[in-house]
């Protein structure tokens, strides 16, 4: 099994500081995504900009159909949602 070396929440500093902090805000606590992106602060901000881009913000596509989207796109790549 692989491993990927996280900052902890209590450890971060800069970007992954704002960028965990607004994950808490937003959903109460730091996903595992995220913390895997933790080593690159740049990356990591972009991919969250991203999410929040497609999943957050009026488009043509209803909250429920992106989140059932979102749980179809993880099944079919084996991962938890």
């Known amino acids: 099994m692989a491993y990927i ?3 902890s929440i209590e ?3 800069g970007k ?3 960028l965990y902090q607004s994950a ?3 959903a109460g606590d730091v996903a595992n995504i995220i913390r895997v992106m933790s080593r690159d602060g740049a ?3 972009a991919s969250m900009n991203l999410y ?3 999943m957050k913000t009026d488009n043509s596509l209803s909250p ?3 989140e059932m989207l979102a749980t179809v796109v993880s099944n ?3 991962c938890f949602y």
């Open 5 to 7: 070396e996280q900052v």
């Open 64 to 66: 429920p159909q992106r």
């Open 76 to 78: 079919a790549n084996d």
């Open 52 to 54: 929040v881009s497609i």
């Open 11 to 13: 450890g971060a500093t």
């Open 24 to 26: 808490v805000q937003r």
């Open 43 to 45: 990356s990591a901000a």
């Open 16 to 18: 992954i500081a704002k």
